[in-house]
């Protein structure tokens, strides 16, 4: 179904370690609004979408969001690499530290793991997309706030870059809605 190049979407610079802003970075990793909720989400309701290029879309966008987990865990490995336990226990990753080492768990910035509850599916293909639309502006304001958490040139630069992605996927995700409800006005499918 995928061709998958070795190569991440976006290049991630980081120019110091920085264990504070990957815990940070966490919350696009396993948070409520952040990628891998993005991708599971839409990669399920591509099923229940009623026209084929609704279908494409939440395909394309579901996989383009699993890249921006390889980014965004990119990130917060290039920020903690080489930390002693001391180190990240100062920065509140002790917990982390205890169950996972340096392994990347998904989990949102206060270390809660990733779960299913996150995500929405309810086969009503205009109250999907208002969802995803939603999602696409909270994840948008998660990054700008981690944008003003960082001096690091290197990580505004690529947090800059996901930013402007969510931007896009609202967009394309409005279109969906329109030609979506059009396509159910026209077969009258309620």
Known sequence: MWLYERKLQYPVRVYSRDLRMAKYLSTQYGGPDGELSAAIRYLNQRYTMPCPRAKGLLTDIGTEELAHVEIIC?????????????????????????????????????????????????????????????????????????????????????????????????????????????YMNSRKVF
């Open 74 to 182: 990119t990130m917060i490995y290039k920020l903690v690499k080489g930390a002693s336990p001391e180190e990240l226990e100062r920065a509140g990753l002790g917990p982390h530290y205890a169950q996972h080492d340096g392994a990347l768990f998904p989990s949102d910035a206060s270390g809660f793991p990733w779960t299913a509850a996150y995500i929405q599916a309810h086969a009503d293909p205009v109250a999907d997309l208002v969802e995803d639309m939603a999602a696409e502006q909270k994840a948008r304001a998660t990054y700008e706030h981690l944008i003003r958490l960082t001096d690091d040139p290197g990580i505004k630069d690529t947090l800059k870059f996901l930013r402007e992605r969510e931007v896009v996927h609202f967009q394309r995700f409005g279109e969906a809605l329109d030609h979506v409800q059009s």
